[in-house]
């Protein structure tokens, strides 16, 4: 139930022509409080809940929770969310052992593309490919919670 | 997924003679934003996660969202939870076709006594037992949210 990941930025469009997979997100949070937060998204056709703990302190670290929902309750919980959807296409980038997880956001958010490797222990080496850009581990303000609240285009 | 509930004070203690069943419940909050509350819950040795949405005008109707989850998982998100946690016992009285759920607080919340009766359309009758108060149905300060931040011994 802890996850271990590193968060970066993309600095350009090349990760597409190396993605397996790519889906539509659509996310809106109950509480943006990074101590708890509550999440409601909607992943291609499938629901889901899921609850987000503090950080350590490197950030890299935070207790995860999640639960598929059906769709129709997710979006019904939708409605219930906070102003601030968040809408992206998430792209799956398998490369050597590990999987990248590249968001390309939109509406609010336009312009920003973070990606996510998810890791099994703190020291895990990972492939640095090109369109690889400065990491924001930890950075509270690329949480999607932050991101619905204060969009990227308000920075 | 809309509830239609009448909420009263109980003014004395026979209402435990009619009790059918009763538990013990332990629940905190994630969030206690009356418009998009979410509860975690244990009743028993089951877990529960719950979201209510804004009532209505008259406070009668409230939109409710609730999944069973395992009593572990709920133990743990209970650690994320605000300040604050409510733990009660919860009365059963059947009475003629409605069932009134009795909750006594304990803790910051000790004194208080509430009963709740859910019903089927806004002009259902049901009994009137003479354990039965005044009645407080959509009064904020007795969501059980606003007790764990509020509570009934600071009033």
Not at 14 to 39: C, W
Not at 134 to 141: F, I
Not at 142 to 149: E, G
């Amino acid at each position: 139930m802890v996850e271990i990941e590193r968060k970066f930025l993309v600095v350009d469009e090349t990760f597409k022509q190396q993605a397996v997979k790519q889906t539509r997100i659509v996310q809106g949070f109950l509480t943006t409080d990074p101590e708890r937060t509550v999440r409601i998204r909607i992943k291609g056709n499938t629901g889901f809940i899921t609850i987000k703990g503090k950080s350590d302190a490197e950030g890299l670290e935070r207790f995860e929770w999640e639960k598929e929902i059906a769709s129709t309750e997710a979006e019904a919980l939708l409605k219930l969310c906070l102003p601030g959807t968040i809408d992206k296409i998430r792209y799956e980038v398998p490369l050597e052992d590990v999987v990248f997880e590249i968001d390309e956001f939109f509406g609010a958010n336009e312009g920003l593309v973070v990606a996510e490797v998810e890791l099994t222990h703190k020291q895990q080496k990972h492939p640095v490919p090109n369109w690889l850009g400065k990491e924001v581990t930890g950075e509270v303000k690329y949480y999607n919670s932050q991101l619905s609240k204060k969009p990227f285009k308000t920075w």
